[in-house]
């Protein structure tokens, strides 16, 4: 899962950045409006950390002009606790949830991940596919109720196929959604990565669609 936070407070910036690229999460991140704005229009987010006081266009102005460009990731806006306008201002411009500052990065954390799970179908913190159960709260994943080592990137991987279980996702778009903007991608790498995921799973989740992409189903319902 792929985040952008868009935060002009360099501390707090790079406080949320660094406890979402904890959690397993990609992130990018822009210190202004315009910026955040550019990111968020032309890169593939999943979900998006949306300051509303920020430099040369305002947090409000910015989700605006993304809802208008058809944009729909879910938007999670920070407001200051005294400022209820804001809030109702966040959420009529297309805010899907808010946190108010200062708040602990607990919150931040567990409402990021409401939100990905909602936009995705799903009702629980724990994606279930078969023997396999991918819990999102803790990033664990396990194979008949043994957990299963895996890298982070490993994780990212496993868990955007799973929130998108079902459906066939194409390398490209896991390259979009696994990898920051400044990364060499290469989605040759996929591949790799996909084979050593089923190896460390050793059940058959994991399926190949050729010439379309890969998804995440049952053994039985294998293609
Ligand atoms: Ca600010």
Redesign the pocket.
Known sequence: MRILVV???PD?NRQIVAALGDAGYVVDKAMDGEEGHYLGETEPYDAVVL?????VLD?VSVLEKWRRAGKKMPVLI?TARDRWSDKVAGFDAGADDYVVKPFQMEEVLARMRALLRRSAGHATSELTCGPMVLDTKSARVTVNGTAIKLTSLEFRLLSYLMHHGGKVVSRTELVEHLYDQDFDRDSNTIEVFIGRLRKKLGVDVLHTIRGMGYCVSEPDNAN
């Open positions: 935060e002009d407070d707090l300051d509303l006081g920020l430099p947090g920070l």
